[in-house]
């Protein structure tokens, strides 16, 4: 069998390995995929982007692999976003070599730890500097602790001694004192390492696992302490020999810190990091189990099923409301239409009534009328004198008509009663939509899960390295902002001063322009010549690029000064001496001013193999597709202003198209958007 968790040792060699690649790494956005599993997009100064994934219960490590973002971020995703995204990740810690780990971020808050229960069935738990539990992926009352919101986090007891601090003579007394139970397994639950590691200091010592431990020599037990301090200081000191072991068949078996006794003889596939390792492995153990069947097939059947009967009982309910609607509006219709006939006839049954008739004779006087056929006597059906209402039938339209009220007064009730029905269809309809939109998704991974089930793994592996390579294959400008001009020349941009200060200093040449905005808190633009005179065209665009990621579009300024300059014009050093600010220059010499540079970008959508959002100016995006929208300064933000522009850019897709990008996640679009703020400009819709 496969591993199917990390171990306390394996932990300890991921956390080693990830802590000087992560410290003090920018958090970008975080993904959520399934139900346990987040992955964390990273990025450093001069850097590629920094991945990991955290499989509660299961793994944590860097990956390579770049998964299609889920189209509707899931509600714990959307909370860890709000409290994570856009900190700073300044740590990444083992909680006293348990199964535990906890990544410490910087936030404009203060200081939030993420703790990660990498044991059972897996938590992620988000607290403050106090331990406060902020968040929780699961809320749980347990015997000897709870996770609940606004408590003390409180730690689960420890599955054993920590090998970092145990001491010889503990480990003996310990050992010896579990009796006559076998020491791989005494050795397992003292130091809590697990059963594979237990069996290897076994090895290394030289001792039959199924031993009794209280037959331990002190000779034995100081050989398993030894064994023991080797695989700690190779932890310790980063001396690691990753791989992953195959079994006879060439079939994943486990993912390994360094090599271990217990797998000689075995294939080994040897990697370059621990994290490499697990990320290799993970994924195509995921493939193999997904081969397999693994997936719950039988259970989406069974909620596709479930939502279809749902869907047809709301529209059923949808149909029936609407006939009611239309129902209670035509005899409000009728009542009005026979006013005349219907007051008098109302009038004459209350005279006859005040005058001393009772109603059962005057209702037997209508009857015997009605048999003449002539109305109003005619329409009369029965008579209910509990609520002394008569029961007409007119124009083929059956309904109670009340004495007690005024013909306006009954018209109204049917006009109200159409109202309610109405109100009650649409409140029906947003059901449906989302139960048709529920059913859609659950269709999707049905049909991809049946799918998979017929695939080979190797064809699984295939897919998911071409996602790998599509990563390797990324550019320099990808890390900053960037469109390319309607005539063809890149554009690159900083997004902080961390990358302005890089974009200028390590991306630029003497030919290429640099613009800015004439407002504190704008990006550098970037105009890459590439050996081309740069064109009126292309500095156009540039310019409203600039004026529209700076601080103006937060404002809501309607438009905003630009200058550009050629490089050599930058400099470090400012007048006497003064110190420049990081991601901030000096500008010697003349500026070339673009004044009042409106603010405006468009956000266009191209559907061929693959969905693809472009951004930018609007010159630029219409040279690339014809479906965009064009965005102003405005007051709409976050996700309520994506799902808008989705909404507007998929009104202009065909059927088809629209198809395609119906599981495409609005968080493609964020990147596109200044400050992720800002309202469609309708008139050019």
Known sequence: ??????????????????????????????????????????????????????????????????????????????????????SWLRRIEQYAFERIVTVTFETKTGMLNLVVELFGDGNMILTNEQNIIIQAMYFKHMRDRDIQRSQVLVYPPPSGKDPFKITQPELEVGLKGAGDAEVVRTLARFLGIGGVYAEELLLRAGIEKTKKSQELTETEISAVFGAMQILLAAVLESKLEPAIILDAEGSFLDAVPFRLVRYAGCQIQPFKSFNGALDEFYLRVMAVEKAAGTVEVDRLKQETARLRRVVAEQEKSIAEEEKKTERD????????????????????????????????????????????????????????????????????????????????????????????????????????????????????????????????????????????????????????????????????????????????????????????????????????????SITEQALKEAAEYAASFSRAWRENAGSADVYWVKVDQLSKSGPSGESIPHGAFFVVGKRNWYRNTPLRIAIGISVDDETCFVGGPIDSVKAKTKTYVTLLPGDYQGKELLQMIMRSITAKLSKEQREKTGKTSIEQIREFVPYTKGAINQKAV
């Open 1 to 86: 069998m496969p591993k199917k968790e990390l171990t306390s040792f394996d932990i300890s060699a991921v956390v080693k390995e990830l802590q000087p690649i992560i410290a003090d790494s920018r958090v970008n956005n975080i993904y959520q995929f399934g139900e346990k599993t987040l992955i964390f997009k990273l990025h450093k100064t001069d850097q590629p982007p920094i991945r990991i994934v955290i499989d509660a219960g299961r793994r944590l490590h860097s990956t390579s692999y770049a998964e299609e973002s889920p189209a509707e971020p899931p509600p714990f995703c959307m909370l860890i976003r709000r409290y994570l995204r856009d």
């Open 329 to 532: 509006k035509q005899i409000g219709d009728v009542i009005y239409a026979h006013f005349n006939e219907l007051q008098t006839f109302q009038e004459q049954l209350l005279r006859a009534n005040n005058q001393g008739y009772d109603w059962k004779a005057i209702i037997g006087q209508v009857m015997t009328a009605k048999k003449s056929g002539k109305p109003p006597a005619s329409y009369t059906e029965s008579f209910d004198g509990k609520n002394l209402s008569l029961n007409l039938s007119i124009d083929g339209y059956h309904f109670g008509f009340s004495l007690r009220k005024s013909l306006f007064e009954n018209a109204n009730v049917y006009y109200e009663k159409g109202k309610l029905a109405k109100q009650k269809a649409q409140g029906a309809h947003a059901a449906l939509s989302e139960s048709k939109k529920k059913l859609a998704e659950v269709e999707r991974e049905l049909q991809e899960a049946e799918a998979l089930k017929s695939l080979k793994p190797a064809q699984i592996m295939e897919a998911l390295s071409k996602r790998k390579e599509a990563m390797a294959n990324k550019q320099w400008y990808e890390k900053f902002r960037w469109f390319t001009t309607s005539d063809g020349f890149l554009v690159a941009a900083g997004k902080d001063t961390v990358s302005n200060e890089v974009i200028i200093k390590k991306y630029t040449t003497q030919e290429d322009v640099v613009f800015h905005a004439e407002i504190t808190g704008s990006p550098f633009v970037v105009i890459k010549a590439e050996g081309k």
